[in-house]
């Protein structure tokens, strides 16, 4: 029987908070019930989620431990929302942002080797601790749709290579160019090729197994992230089997979630593209393409904010996109995608060892470019299955063997950023700081290894801290996790152009594709207008059988 963990450090304020929020499900309900009363509570909620830490633009960027008009507007330097470890104050008798920030020269100092940090990964017994809330479509999902956005680069870890949006440019493409080779200039439409009656993305090779000539300027990997091409590794059955789209074409085909998810997007956008074709004949292909994509990314924007969050919270009130309630608000501002933002986004040890494919086990490796596995049972089984099945409980000791590299690569990148403490991060967050092991976790074993390896608790890094705290009960994710989180999800989903005031109308998108996107709340949705023969497949974020404690 684990220990209890010491909560003295929670603080008094996030406990009142989380006793609100998480009982008196009667009066959320009543909340809920009342539109006008619903609107006001979903924006103070939202706005006490986002304001926790100071709000963009941040001084500091991963360009230089100094402010610079330089810093300030190239984004192709991720951004940091607390100063690095290399940082001199000019006035040193001054708090940073009402944070008492850690001296780094002993931080830096005591840092353990990456090597012996892969035991706080490996699994205890070799046995996986399994999500009692999460389908295995909840981890699929947040690989799918943060890698568009969250790109770091692999040669130089002080930059990215993103659009600083949630833009789906995995299904339409990183920059004009790719988008461009996407196309296929008929009917706004995305190109696409029919297989066993359900529509997909072109293959990149032909039979031959050479690059198609009509994707030429595709990118095959990303720059520097490998030290020889990971496409000599892969079978040429499954090489054969790779799909054209929106970024590299490693990346987007590595797994089957991520390709399940990309196929979606490819046929909503032709599904749309129909659909308005239908309503507006006179409209050429440049127009039905641009609404249609408008259209499509307004609906993920609502899922992510509606459905995936929603998922996330242990919360009664159910959050929903209102994007006029904030267009005053201090924290509306440009997107800037962050270190940190990055960081809390590796959910490496929510996928499981093994997965369930046509009934059977089969090893995870085993799924990546594996396109067959889609092609052969149809997007709709596929959903389905994967929505029966438990994703893996996110936390330490609990990471694939064969994702244990990826781990301590992420603590490699909070070290190349020179991010600071684990216990600075939770006094930006408004935790107070821990002063214990077990005012982290109550896994004896987390401590004993945690005190081992940092031997005080400020030596411990952002990345092994995030993910050393116990899950909050009835959530999918730790405190410090699920704070980092709302801060930037929300922040950074209703400042999206399509959401300003001026734009999230029925003009933008036509009257028909806005009916579309209020009509869309969940992916199972999407899902199911999307898959042939009329039948409704289960598909949900959730376990089936989670019932909340």
């Known amino acids: 029987m684990p220990s209890k963990r010491d909560t003295s450090r929670d603080g008094q304020k996030n406990k009142i908070e989380t006793l609100l929020l998480t009982n008196f499900k009667p009066l959320w309900s009543f909340i809920q019930s009342n539109e006008g009363l619903s609107k006001k509570v979903n924006k103070t909620l939202i ?3 986002i304001l926790k830490i100071p709000t963009r633009p941040y001084p500091f960027s991963t360009m230089s431990p100094y402010t610079s008009w330089e810093s300030l507007k190239d984004r192709t330097y991720s951004g940091l929302h607390l100063p690095p470890t290399d940082w001199k104050p000019l006035v040193p008798e001054k708090n940073y942002i009402g944070v008492n920030l850690s001296p780094t020269e002993n ?26 809330k999460s389908s295995l479509m909840f981890p699929y999902f947040v690989q799918w749709f943060t890698d568009s956005f969250l790109r770091t680069d692999r040669l130089d870890q002080r930059r990215n290579s993103s659009n600083h949006e949630i833009d789906l440019c995995n299904v339409y493409g990183l920059n004009a160019n790719i988008t461009r080779l996407l196309r296929s200039y008929q009917g706004g439409k995305l190109k696409s090729q029919i297989l066993n009656g359900e529509e997909y993305p072109p293959f990149y090779y032909d039979e031959n197994g050479q690059p198609k000539e009509e994707f030429k300027g595709i990118p095959h990997q990303i720059v520097g992230e490998y030290d020889e091409k990971k496409s000599d590794k892969i079978p040429p059955e499954k090489r054969q089997k790779l799909f054209v789209m929106g970024i590299e074409l490693e990346r987007v085909n590595v797994q089957v979630g991520y390709v399940m998810l990309n196929v979606l997007g490819l046929r909503e956008h032709n599904r749309v593209c129909d659909l308005l074709a239908k309503n507006y004949p006179t409209w050429d292909d440049e127009r039905l393409f641009q609404t249609a994509r408008n259209i499509v990314m307004a609906e993920f924007l609502k899922i992510v904010l509606e459905d995936y969050i929603n998922h996330i919270t242990p919360y009664h009130f159910q959050f929903f996109v209102d994007p006029p309630a904030f267009i005053d608000e201090k924290w509306y501002r440009t997107n800037w995608m962050s270190v940190e933002f990055t960081l809390v986004y590796r959910w490496h040890s929510m996928l499981p060892d093994k997965l369930i494919y046509d009934g059977k086990e089969m090893p995870m490796p085993e799924s990546m470019w594996n396109n067959d596995m889609i092609i052969n049972k149809g997007l709709g089984a596929m959903f389905e299955e994967s929505c029966s099945q438990p994703a893996a409980q996110l936390g330490l000791f609990n990471t694939p063997e064969f994702l244990i590299p990826t781990e301590t690569a992420s603590i490699r990148a909070g070290r190349a950023a020179k991010l600071r403490t684990y216990n600075d991060y939770r006094e930006l967050c408004k935790y107070p700081r821990v002063t214990d092991f077990n005012q982290i976790t109550g896994d004896e074993d987390v401590q004993k290894e945690l005190k081992r390896l940092y031997g005080h608790v400020d030596n411990i890094e952002l990345y092994v801290g995030l993910y050393a705290e116990d899950l909050r009960q009835n959530s999918a994710l730790p405190p410090l996790v699920g704070r980092l989180i709302g801060i ?51 598909v949900s974020f959730y376990n089936e059988d989670w019932k909340p404690s």
């Open 47 to 49: 706005n006490n989620a």
């Open 107 to 132: 931080f830096e100092k005591n840092l353990p080797p990456l090597k012996d940090l892969e035991v706080l990964y490996r699994k205890k017994g070799g046995k996986t601790k399994y999500s009692p």
């Open 488 to 538: 930037d999800a929300f922040s950074e989903a209703f400042t999206n152009p399509l959401l300003a005031e001026n734009i999230f109308n029925p003009e933008t998108f036509s009257p028909v594709g806005w009916e579309e996107i209020m009509n869309t709340k969940t992916l199972s949705q999407v899902l199911n207008r999307n898959v042939p023969g009329g039948k409704e497949y289960k």
